[in-house]
């Protein structure tokens, strides 16, 4: 199980933090299922390079000001 939930809603406006932090990652590699939290953790694990503590840090500070646009 993983430390953090993400609906697909949130998932939207998270990935454009993403995209604006990480320009190299693209819409396909962003993919998200609603529940399927620990993969998307790896998948980012990868594609930043950044380990899981890092990750979780990241998803969890967009998800604590969703309305901002800063990551």
Do not use: C, P
């Amino acid at each position: 199980m993983a430390e953090i939930s993400i609906t697909n809603k949130d998932w939207q406006r998270v990935k454009i933090k993403i995209q604006r932090k990480y320009n190299h990652l693209t819409d396909e590699q962003l993919q998200y299922t609603e529940g399927q939290e620990d993969s998307l953790i790896s998948k980012l694990m990868e594609l930043v390079k950044r380990d899981r503590n890092y990750v979780l840090f990241t998803l969890k500070k967009a998800l604590v000001n969703i309305d901002n646009n800063r990551l």
